[in-house]
């Protein structure tokens, strides 16, 4: 379901390739749905040394690596990583519970380009991940049905609101108005009783084509956005992408 929704933003490029190194199956199985959710194609990997063999195969934007472990096993992996050369100049991301800022620091200098902590939050991931492996796209976006009230400067006054990221909405319509016009719409999220409204800029038009899976209509990008209501978005993009996901460290 979330994959369709992405396909809007993304229709027309593949999924970027990542690593994943996990030495649980529980552990690989939630970063490997996480990834593809996000608009990654994930590799599966136990081990540093599998990984390794994997890069030879295939050349990856990042490599994501379940921290968790002990430093004996943790630095020879790290070192392996940063040194060979199918991978060493990859981005390595380290996913762990440890925030310690000394533990933190040892490890991006030698060689780790990010840190991120569990639990995840999702639009932090998506950043960091974006900004390493060259992603356009700031903020993850879930597909949405909600009816979206236009005050003016359009032709129909109800649209369908098709997908949302916390930096924008896309519109479902036949008559979409030019790129830079400016909207005040109202809508409400699922199972959020108070109704969001706020400014927003056209950004994109899409025309209906012979392309059957370009859904005609227009991007809106938020305008002044209060913090609380940008974080009622973003709580609903992360449950809609994670809800269904749990962390467990079990083999």
């Not at 295939?58 to 940063?82: K, N, W, Y």
């Not at 939050?121 to 979206?148: F, H, M, T």
């Not at 969001?196 to 005609?216: H, K, M, N």
Request: net charge negative; proline share 7%; aromatic share 6%.
């Amino acid at each position: 379901m979330v994959n369709a929704g992405a396909k809007r933003g993304e229709q027309m490029s593949e999924k970027k390739p990542a690593l994943v190194i996990c030495h649980t199956a529980a552990g690989q199985m939630y970063l490997g749905v996480l990834l593809n959710r996000i608009w990654y194609s994930p590799v599966l990997a136990k081990t540093a040394e599998e990984g390794v063999l994997l890069a030879g195969q295939t050349p990856f934007s990042f490599i994501l690596f379940d921290g968790e472990a002990s430093e004996l096993e943790l630095q020879p992996s790290i070192t392996l990583l940063r040194t060979d050369p199918s991978v060493k100049n990859a981005p390595l991301v380290l996913f762990m519970t440890n925030d310690n800022p000394e533990t933190i620091q040892s490890l991006l200098s030698q060689g780790v380009s990010a840190i991120l902590t569990k639990p995840l939050d999702l639009a932090i991931v998506y950043g960091v991940l974006g900004r390493l492996s060259g992603q356009s796209r700031l903020a993850p976006r879930v597909p949405l049905k909600v009816p979206v009230e236009i005050a003016e400067g359009t032709p129909e006054k109800i649209l369908a609101g098709i997908d949302i990221s916390e930096g924008g909405l896309y519109l479902r319509t036949l008559t979409p108005v030019p790129d830079g016009t400016s909207l005040h719409i109202k809508f409400t999220l699922p199972h959020d009783p108070e109704a969001i409204e706020l400014d927003a800029e056209v950004v994109r038009t899409l025309r209906l084509g012979i392309q059957l899976e370009s859904e005609p209509g227009m991007g809106l990008r938020f305008l002044g956005m209060p913090d609380d209501t940008r974080l009622r978005i973003r709580n609903f993009v992360q449950f809609t992408l994670m809800g269904d996901l749990e962390w467990k460290s079990v083999i």
